[in-house]
């Protein structure tokens, strides 16, 4: 299907901010999670806003028109969140990347959504600010994808998700309507929390074009630690107590000997091929202590070594392995491809389960599944490595991913704790929320974006393919 | 306007969960914050609903017949939030007051929302867990109310607010369809985020009948501070400058001197009559330094005294002070009222200048202004007392009220911090969010409630004063 996108000439947009050239569009046509263009999901146009004002525009104009707009940025999404699934408009706010007001006496900083996330740090970092909740993906990904899907990261063990991170929201609705949302007051009890309610909704009730953003002031002591197990389950085990023990931890990250070994034949790092645990610990004072409180829960489980920095171990060495990861996973053998990237979370308890079950799963179907994740938070990230062009591995695998989607729910969990829905989730909506919660939701979809504008096929489970969740005015 | 409620006695309850006696109406017809019993508010039934079904049976019958229901329990809320401002049915949740599930390996309870908070720190207590967010009323107060309104407490400013620390919840709708959100999980970013959506909503969307509450490990070091200042300028400047410089302090309480006498009046105590701050800090280790961090900053402004916990000062009496501050106030002329309990929050940095002004304009109007706060987080407790009998004094106190609201607006803060909108607050809706951003609540509140039958007549500014939010299928 195609759109009638003539009207984006008629907003008085400068040249350079619409593009109907092919190469553009297809280079807005899919994320990191859906690499390969599918028929079909290519945009009609391009449009490049400059101001919040422009974004009402092209909504207001859109939505009038029946014409689908989808948010774009960095394209980092893992879940086909910013693929314009049925078309229309692809939205790339990336021009939008200014830092509008800093606050530092109130450790606050509102920026465009187009923004790095790395930029923040840097920003704000010569007053020995941060902003803690950074993805792994930071210096690559958008504060507005950030907020689209309420990521989080290595620190959130420590110091919570995105959403504990943002005080308000400037946005534009469907009808292209701008509000405001949220105080700069660090609480507050006026009215429905409509911040909680667009963040994490993937663009599809509003566009955000301001953030405002709390920062966090720099701890005056760090630690790394570096922990090899004899086994997968002595690492989880442990990683489990000792977050129930109330170890003040930082980061707490696990990594599986798989893992370690793709990690190794990606940038030649020399990590054992054993389960590890990568640490970090920020305080004012104290932080040996943590540490120290750490090892002694650790050595209660199969432990082998436990290196703090400099004994040994380059901590900033380690958090490169770990960060590229994903990177080392889907480079490791070029006739495997990472099916999906999963991102499921459970109660801490069960955390050592999740693992279990899935290392358990993968040996069963006899497959490369390399695990790793924020630990500390419960979340596991693993890959289904299968040969693409053999439709038996596709299907054993794609039952293999599922099935640990599956226990994630059973186990009290979530389908994806920091990657979003988008297209790649939508069937685990009703298994994870129920049909009435879900009703609940597309009731808030119907209410703000009656004519179904915003990023239409992504995160409710559509009856056919092609159905969006709002019936379109009219379609071109 | 009265309404038929005979169909509740025919939804299978038994007999001593419904009452339409006078007595029984009548204390259901105010909370403390509209303490006076006015025209037209008394329900035209109380009923005690003892599962999710029973809410589920009542809300689906009531909302079939157009009958306001308006969810009740302590009664303890400050801006009439419980106050069954249509009539119809009063929805007394007291009896639902069960701890449903524990999971002390995952720091999670789930309760039912008529049990009290200090239940839930009873209950987790011999874990050495807690819950962090309770408010200083805990111990009279139901976790079900603080989560309609978002409620923090003392030690916010390091552990933050009530919707920090809810995981989830079980709720009805009002078509009687009941929901679950949220995970077990400690993230997720699955779907819209229900659960914030419906923290600080006041029953006005669903009624919350089980929540699942993070609780956390307690302290291993705790330290009482009493700080006293020459003036009240340099009691919360010294608090703005401690939290921007992050010292790590879990509660930080200004009081004012003429709260400290109207203290001592009520409870014999010997609080000097000057500006005061409180401080507890929490910590595993450090706590001394902590302090001592604090004492440093505090002595760049006009301190007076700087008294640890043991030093000359018991800090049990002290917090039990500060607790019953609002009894105090209440209670101190038989002459005079607090005209409605001020709750406005602001930037920490714009704190001095709304205590500030707040002194200033009571002064200006020659009413008494007792001030205190959970200074930490900018926010200002403050009455307006005036002798009710005569009507240009209630008026001029109106003014003040007002104007200290509109004040804290300004300066970029809330006109509640932590009580909620309700009915005394509405009309702060729009010059505090703006129109659309109202409508979009609008929005949300038809979707879900379409035909008005939840807690009508709450948070929403009306053109007049009976309009519902949404119109009634059917009134009797």
Same mark, same amino acid.
Request: charged share 25%.
């Given at each position: 299907m195609t759109y009638d996108i003539e009207f984006c000439f008629e907003l008085g947009l400068a040249d350079d901010q619409i593009s109907v050239a092919e190469g553009r569009r297809e280079s807005h046509a899919a994320d990191w999670g859906a690499s390969q263009l599918d028929e079909g999901v290519v945009p009609d146009a391009v449009v490049w806003p400059e101001s919040t004002g422009d974004v009402s525009a092209v909504l207001a104009a859109a939505t009038d028109r029946g014409v689908p707009v989808t948010p774009y940025a960095a394209g980092t999404g893992l879940e086909g969140n910013a693929v314009p699934a049925h078309g229309g408009i692809s939205l790339d706010l990336t021009r939008m990347n200014a830092v509008v007001d800093y606050r530092p006496a109130d450790f606050q900083i509102d920026v465009q959504p187009g923004l790095l996330?790395? %930029? #923040?740090?840097?920003f704000a970092g010569d007053d020995g600010l941060f902003f803690p909740p950074l993805p792994s993906s930071g210096n690559i990904s958008t504060i507005g994808g950030m907020i689209a899907t309420d990521a989080s990261g290595?620190?959130?063990v420590k110091y919570g998700e995105v959403a504990d991170w943002v005080l308000g929201l400037e946005a534009v609705l469907a009808d292209g309507t701008v509000i405001r949302t949220g105080?700069? %007051? #660090?609480?507050?009890s006026s009215g429905y929390n409509l911040t909680e309610l667009l963040i994490g909704s993937e663009g599809t009730l509003a566009v955000v074009t301001e953030a405002t953003l709390e920062l966090a002031g720099r701890p005056a002591q760090k630690s790394g630690v570096r922990?090899?197990?004899?086994?997968?389950d002595a690492a989880t085990a442990a990683v489990s107590d000792t977050v129930r023990s109330g170890v003040d931890v930082a980061r707490i990250e696990v990594v599986d000997g798989l893992s370690a070994r793709m990690a190794n034949a990606y940038q030649g790092?020399?990590?054992p091929d054993a389960p590890m645990v990568f640490l970090e610990f920020h305080a004012n004072h104290g932080v040996d202590e943590e540490v120290a409180l750490c090892r002694s829960i650790f050595e209660e489980y199969a432990l082998d070594r436990f290196?703090?920095?400099?004994?040994?171990?380059?901590?900033a060495d380690l958090w490169t392995a770990r960060?590229?990861?994903?990177?080392a996973v889907a480079s490791y053998d070029a006739d495997l491809d990472p099916l999906h990237p999963g991102d499921v979370t459970v109660p801490i308890s069960a955390y050592p389960e999740i693992v279990r079950e899935t290392k358990r799963l993968a040996e069963e179907a006899d497959l490369l599944v390399p695990c790793f994740g924020h630990a500390g938070d419960g979340n596991l990230h693993y890959s289904v490595l299968v040969d693409r062009s053999d439709p038996q591995l596709v299907e054993r695998g794609e039952e293999l991913y599922a099935a640990i989607v599956d226990r994630a729910i059973e186990l009290g969990g979530t389908a994806t704790g920091e990657h979003g829905i988008g297209q790649g989730k939508r069937e685990y909506m009703e298994p994870e929320h129920g049909d009435g919660a879900v009703d609940a939701m597309r009731s808030i979809k119907r209410a703000l974006d009656p004519t179904g504008t915003l990023n239409p096929g992504k995160i409710f489970p559509e009856t056919e393919s092609g159905e969006r969740v709002c019936d379109p005015v009219s379609e071109g």
């Amino acid at each position: 299907m195609t759109y009638d996108i003539e009207f984006c000439f008629e907003l008085g947009l400068a040249d350079d901010q619409i593009s109907v050239a092919e190469g553009r569009r297809e280079s807005h046509a899919a994320d990191w999670g859906a690499s390969q263009l599918d028929e079909g999901v290519v945009p009609d146009a391009v449009v490049w806003p400059e101001s919040t004002g422009d974004v009402s525009a092209v909504l207001a104009a859109a939505t009038d028109r029946g014409v689908p707009v989808t948010p774009y940025a960095a394209g980092t999404g893992l879940e086909g969140n910013a693929v314009p699934a049925h078309g229309g408009i692809s939205l790339d706010l990336t021009r939008m990347n200014a830092v509008v007001d800093y606050r530092p006496a109130d450790f606050q900083i509102d920026v465009q959504p187009g923004l790095l996330g790395s %930029a #923040v740090d840097e920003f704000a970092g010569d007053d020995g600010l941060f902003f803690p909740p950074l993805p792994s993906s930071g210096n690559i990904s958008t504060i507005g994808g950030m907020i689209a899907t309420d990521a989080s990261g290595m620190q959130t063990v420590k110091y919570g998700e995105v959403a504990d991170w943002v005080l308000g929201l400037e946005a534009v609705l469907a009808d292209g309507t701008v509000i405001r949302t949220g105080s700069r %007051a #660090v609480k507050t009890s006026s009215g429905y929390n409509l911040t909680e309610l667009l963040i994490g909704s993937e663009g599809t009730l509003a566009v955000v074009t301001e953030a405002t953003l709390e920062l966090a002031g720099r701890p005056a002591q760090k630690s790394g630690v570096r922990a090899i197990f004899e086994t997968l389950d002595a690492a989880t085990a442990a990683v489990s107590d000792t977050v129930r023990s109330g170890v003040d931890v930082a980061r707490i990250e696990v990594v599986d000997g798989l893992s370690a070994r793709m990690a190794n034949a990606y940038q030649g790092s020399d990590l054992p091929d054993a389960p590890m645990v990568f640490l970090e610990f920020h305080a004012n004072h104290g932080v040996d202590e943590e540490v120290a409180l750490c090892r002694s829960i650790f050595e209660e489980y199969a432990l082998d070594r436990f290196e703090t920095d400099g004994e040994g171990t380059e901590m900033a060495d380690l958090w490169t392995a770990r960060r590229d990861l994903a990177y080392a996973v889907a480079s490791y053998d070029a006739d495997l491809d990472p099916l999906h990237p999963g991102d499921v979370t459970v109660p801490i308890s069960a955390y050592p389960e999740i693992v279990r079950e899935t290392k358990r799963l993968a040996e069963e179907a006899d497959l490369l599944v390399p695990c790793f994740g924020h630990a500390g938070d419960g979340n596991l990230h693993y890959s289904v490595l299968v040969d693409r062009s053999d439709p038996q591995l596709v299907e054993r695998g794609e039952e293999l991913y599922a099935a640990i989607v599956d226990r994630a729910i059973e186990l009290g969990g979530t389908a994806t704790g920091e990657h979003g829905i988008g297209q790649g989730k939508r069937e685990y909506m009703e298994p994870e929320h129920g049909d009435g919660a879900v009703d609940a939701m597309r009731s808030i979809k119907r209410a703000l974006d009656p004519t179904g504008t915003l990023n239409p096929g992504k995160i409710f489970p559509e009856t056919e393919s092609g159905e969006r969740v709002c019936d379109p005015v009219s379609e071109g």
